[in-house]
């Protein structure tokens, strides 16, 4: 179970903007979080991760990651983060990139075999495609067991066929090791497939979070809408 | 017959003073492209101060502080029985003053180049600022540490004004190649420094070829 009050003034283009975030997630849940650019998807993203700091707690199977006076640096909070633009280590080959988070050789080869991506193991990430670049991302995000997933637009800069592949993937990983995942997307068909709750965020507030069922309407068998 | 004496102790002194600021301007290289404190333009300007100024200034001042009267000379000759005035020791803290600006200026625009969010991967992988720096930021920099190095090392080598104020002329202590010139030219010896002009001159073309071939492959494989 994960608890989060955040609260954090926020200055946009739009001016200041009060992000004040009160939520309960439940373990292995999967939520997409929506909601229009600079309404602080990200920023909440990344201050879960501890990249960014805030007012207020986040106590994640009974750890503060963030209380009062305690702060856990980013380094000891076991995040997965897969980032829109991929961050990979453009030093190292695909196989590198993931050993370099854990030494665990058999987890990485069973997370390059669910990804498909065992032949490009030795490839140096540089020479790799947006849509292979994103299932390395995934799959280094996933090397050390994360106790949250978060995924900042992961699927934005890939083409229609990419998308629905790693969406897939998405969905074989989160069924194999169950982890809680936050999703940031502007992609209502890929949210409803992939996740089981949703939450919108308008100017720093929730102004919409439950069941994907009551949040997205259907508009044509395969599109949904807010 | 030609003596090698000064060239090989003014790569000595390039050696061991790109060596040095290795290890002083990563620091504060990393330190530059990460901050957004105040203090940063404070910082940026005295570490580039070195190239906008005459050496002789320059000179004047290192002479200045490292001399056995003033508290720092004083400092190391009275503790540790080292000279910092016309010795090889001298030459070397006077170097790391003046070629600085070349190690740190490389290094901190190809830190700041880097993708913020790939040093972020690597924090939340678990891994501290060091390890960071080490496994993730520098190899991914090889173009800017490489111009660093040598740049540093060949300006080291080239340097004049600060190497004679601080150094002198002591034949194998502080007689580096350009020092050599300057002192065959007094003595109208224009064939002996032509030659060693001449050497200079090619081995610094040579520099400045290999680093750019190098940064060229280098653009090269990063658009393959």
């Known amino acids: ?226 | 017959m030609i003596d090698l004496g000064p060239f090989l102790l003014s790569f000595k002194l390039a050696g061991v003073t790109t060596l040095i600021l290795f290890v002083i301007a990563l620091p504060l290289s990393w330190y530059l492209s990460q901050t957004e404190s105040r203090s940063k333009p404070v910082l940026e300007a005295l570490t580039a101060l070195p190239i906008v100024l005459p050496p002789s200034v320059l000179g004047f001042y290192i002479l200045i502080v490292l001399s056995p009267n003033s508290a720092v000379g004083g400092f190391f000759e009275d503790l540790f029985g080292v000279k910092l005035v016309f010795t090889f020791t001298g030459l070397v803290v006077a170097s790391c003053f003046y070629s600085l600006p070349f190690m740190v200026q490389p290094l901190q625009s190809g830190f700041e180049a880097l993708n913020k969010h790939m040093l972020e991967a690597s924090y939340l992988a678990g891994k501290s600022k060091l390890q960071t720096v080490w496994y993730v930021a520098l190899p991914n920099i090889k173009p800017s540490l490489i111009t660093a190095l040598i740049i540093t090392f060949a300006h080291t080598v080239g340097e004049f004004g600060v190497v004679l104020m601080v150094g002198g002329s002591i034949p194998g202590e502080t007689k580096v190649a350009s020092v050599a010139i300057y002192e065959m030219v007094e003595v109208m010896e224009y064939g002996q420094a032509h030659i060693y002009s001449a050497i200079m001159v090619l081995m610094s073309f040579m520099v400045l070829m290999a680093v750019y071939i190098f940064n060229h492959k280098q653009k090269k494989i990063g658009i393959l």
Not at chain 1, 2 to 7: K, N, V
Not at chain 1, 66 to 73: D, I, N, Q, R
């Open chain 1, 1 to 226: 179970m994960i608890h989060l009050d955040i609260h954090k003034v926020l200055h946009g283009s739009q001016g200041e903007m009060n992000l004040d975030v009160k939520l309960e997630i439940q373990k292995g849940e999967f939520i997409a979080l929506m909601g229009e650019s600079g309404s602080g998807k990200t920023t909440l993203l990344r201050i879960l991760a501890g990249l960014e700091k805030a007012e207020g707690k986040i106590e994640v199977e009974n750890v503060f990651w963030m209380g009062e006076k305690k702060m856990l640096a980013c380094q000891e909070r076991q995040i997965g983060f897969v980032f829109q633009d991929y961050a990979l280590f453009e030093n190292m080959t695909v196989e590198q990139n993931l050993l370099f988070v854990k030494d665990d050789k058999a987890l990485a080869l069973k997370l390059l075999a669910l990804t498909e991506l065992n032949e490009l193991a030795s490839r140096n990430v540089k020479s790799l495609s947006g849509g292979q670049k994103q299932r390395v991302s995934l799959c280094r995000a996933m090397m050390n067991k994360p106790k949250l997933l978060l995924m900042d637009e992961p699927l934005s800069s890939l083409d229609a066929k990419m998308r629905v592949k790693l969406q897939n993937e998405i969905v074989k990983l989160h069924k194999e090791f169950g982890t809680t995942t936050i999703m940031v997307s502007h992609d209502t068909e890929a949210s409803y497939t992939l996740a089981d709750r949703i939450l919108v965020l308008d100017q720093g507030k929730v102004i919409k979070d439950g069941a994907k069922d009551k949040i997205l309407q259907k508009v044509t068998t395969t599109t949904y809408s807010l």
